[in-house]
């Protein structure tokens, strides 16, 4: 089969690659018909995240169609449509119980690499490192699924591959920033990043009835976007953050603020990208965090603040003092895709939302290396990339 690899940071390539096959009974394999790149695929791409190895099969955000069961497998059959979340869960363990199924204590078999970095390991993912299990990615043309009564969720016949394919992750993981903070109606929200993962965001906070949601970014593309959607903007090319938001909320500032940006992040301070640059480089921190630093300043007292844009290990100058002083809760993790794909099935039915609108370049396989490189280095027009094999 044909699949997009890792070769190394900066550059991925399309290979000719063993189909995967049956290997346990809980297993299914799909024939993939849809695809995407991820921004947090951008962060192996850029070689922020270690145990990546030449050739490994990139991508987390897939669908497509089952073509072979394992004996175990009892709620799907050859034939069916199927999305796939991109965390990997037994369905068995404590957390899985409680639907904290990125937290799944079963399916990471390099959980000690991440247990000496984080003092416990979450669950596996597909196509993301030698950290969370090697499992082979989704942007290929077939993708082997371990413990598929657990994660996979049939779709309609009637919805096409773009209005459902970002239930695979970046939608839930909008869902879950604003969700998990509480965000209600009265709730001013700001969120930092309108790539894919803001856009849900802000879609999420307005669908959960926030009075007044804020979009902060560099790109006026992608502000533009999350205009459309009814957010207020703030160009941070032109404009602080901080002074904005206390203007335009007469000074109360945001109560809910939300980093969908990461580790990769950059400041409107000079000073500021160029120390993070340097230490980054030097490997005196591993991410940049930028957008989390703004998030907590510009936070209302008493607030929270989410974080669903990944990080991977240290950062330097984190204003502790500044959420300890104001009272700020603070919540991130991976998104734990399967406890939202089915109620926000049912918004997309019901013509709540239309996830396809963020979709701004459409190729096969083939494009994946000109599209990596396009999400990477053109933000402004490059919003999100869909592949079809």
């Given at each position: 089969m044909r699949a997009v690899t890792f070769q190394g940071t900066g550059k991925v390539q399309v290979d000719t690659v063993d189909d995967p096959t049956i290997e346990e009974t809980t297993d299914v394999v799909i024939r993939v018909?849809?695809?995407?790149?991820?921004?947090?695929d951008l962060h192996l791409y850029d070689g922020f995240v270690p145990e990546m190895r030449?050739?490994?099969?990139?991508?987390?955000?897939?669908?497509?169609?089952?073509?072979?069961?394992?004996?175990?497998?009892?709620?799907?059959?050859?034939?069916?449509?199927?999305?796939?979340?991109f965390n990997i869960a037994c369905g068995q363990c404590a957390f899985c119980r409680m639907d904290a199924f990125s937290l799944c204590d079963s399916t990471n078999p390099d959980h000690e690499k991440?247990?000496?970095?984080?003092?416990?390991?979450?669950?596996?993912?597909?196509?993301?490192?030698?950290?969370?299990g090697g499992y082979a990615g989704g942007q290929a043309e077939l993708v082997?699924?371990?413990?598929?009564?657990?994660?996979?969720?049939?779709?309609?016949?009637?919805?096409?591959?773009?209005?459902?394919l970002f239930l695979t992750d970046i939608f839930p993981t909008g869902y879950q920033a604003v969700e998990q903070i509480g965000t209600g109606p009265g709730d001013i929200v700001a969120v930092?990043?309108?790539?894919?993962?803001?856009?849900?965001?802000?879609?999420s906070a307005l669908m959960l009835g926030a009075e007044r949601v804020f979009s902060l970014d560099f790109e006026k593309g992608r502000l533009a976007l999350a205009r459309?959607?009814?957010?207020?903007?703030?160009?941070?090319?032109?404009?602080?953050?901080?002074?904005?938001?206390?203007?335009?909320?007469?000074?109360?500032?945001?109560?809910?603020?939300?980093?969908?940006?990461?580790?990769?992040?950059?400041?409107?301070?000079?000073?500021?990208?160029?120390?993070?640059?340097?230490?980054?480089?030097?490997?005196?921190?591993?991410?940049r965090p930028n957008a989390l630093r703004d998030a907590i300043m510009c936070c209302r007292?008493?607030?929270?603040v989410s974080i669903p844009g990944v990080y991977a290990g240290l950062v330097d100058k984190f204003p502790i003092g500044a959420a300890f002083g104001k009272g700020l809760m603070l919540r991130g993790g991976q998104t734990n895709t399967r406890a939202y794909m089915d109620r926000l099935l049912k918004r997309i039915e019901a013509g709540e939302i239309d996830p396809s609108v963020i979709i701004t370049h459409r190729g096969?396989?083939?494009?994946?290396?000109?599209?990596?490189?396009?999400?990477?280095?053109?933000?402004?027009?490059?919003?999100?990339?869909?592949?079809?094999?």
């Open positions: 018909t849809s695809t995407a790149i991820c921004g947090s030449k050739g490994d099969i990139l991508g987390h955000e897939f669908m497509g169609e089952i073509v072979a069961v394992g004996s175990g497998v009892s709620k799907h059959k050859v034939g069916d449509r199927v999305l796939v979340p991440v247990e000496a970095m984080y003092g416990q390991s979450g669950g596996g993912m597909f196509g993301y490192s030698h950290l969370f082997r699924v371990p413990h598929a009564d657990v994660g996979l969720l049939a779709v309609p016949e009637s919805l096409p591959d773009e209005k459902v930092w990043g309108a790539g894919p993962v803001g856009q849900f965001a802000v879609r459309e959607a009814g957010a207020e903007t703030i160009d941070l090319s032109e404009q602080d953050s901080y002074a904005s938001l206390m203007e335009l909320t007469g000074g109360k500032l945001p109560n809910r603020c939300v980093d969908a940006v990461g580790m990769e992040a950059h400041g409107a301070s000079v000073i500021g990208n160029v120390y993070d640059r340097v230490k980054t480089t030097l490997m005196m921190e591993t991410d007292k008493g607030g929270a096969t396989l083939e494009d994946g290396p000109s599209f990596y490189e396009s999400f990477r280095d053109r933000r402004s027009e490059c919003v999100k990339c869909v592949m079809t094999p």
